[in-house]
């Protein structure tokens, strides 16, 4: 078992950067592949990037590939994004998620989520 309490995100202007924050409790984050998606309204519930337990391993999505990266600390149980060269369409809502099979982070199967994080960025 693990909670996830996300936090950083804002208004920001486009090209600008942010970094997200995912907190955890309970479980260690070292126990878990970790995870960030983003939803707009209207829209599903997409991965951003991904990080397996040992940090050996990461997948982005296309459309952040080049501008985000996901990193963990796993000290202080703790794993984030870096968002730089922010866009508009970058606007939603972000959660951070845990999951315990280390073997596959390209999925929307994660096992725990976070409240989520609104993210704004103007043009």
């Known amino acids: 078992q693990v909670q996830l309490v996300e936090s950083g995100g804002g208004l920001v202007q486009a090209g600008g950067s942010l970094r997200l924050s995912c907190a955890a409790s309970g479980r260690t984050v070292s126990s878990y592949a970790m995870g960030w998606f983003r939803q707009a309204p209207g829209k599903e519930r997409d991965i951003v990037a991904a990080?397996?337990?040992?940090?050996?391993?990461?997948y982005y999505a296309d459309s952040v590939k080049g501008r985000f990266t996901i990193s963990r600390d796993n000290a202080k149980n703790t794993v984030y994004l870096q968002m730089n060269s922010l866009k508009p369409e970058d606007t939603a809502v972000y959660y951070c998620?845990?999951?315990?099979?280390?073997?596959?982070?390209?999925?929307?199967?994660?096992?725990?989520w976070g409240q989520g994080t609104q993210v704004t960025v103007s043009s």
């Open positions: 998620a845990a999951k315990w099979d280390d073997n596959v982070i390209i999925t929307r199967r994660y096992d725990y």
């Open positions: 990080i397996t337990r040992s940090g050996g391993r990461t």
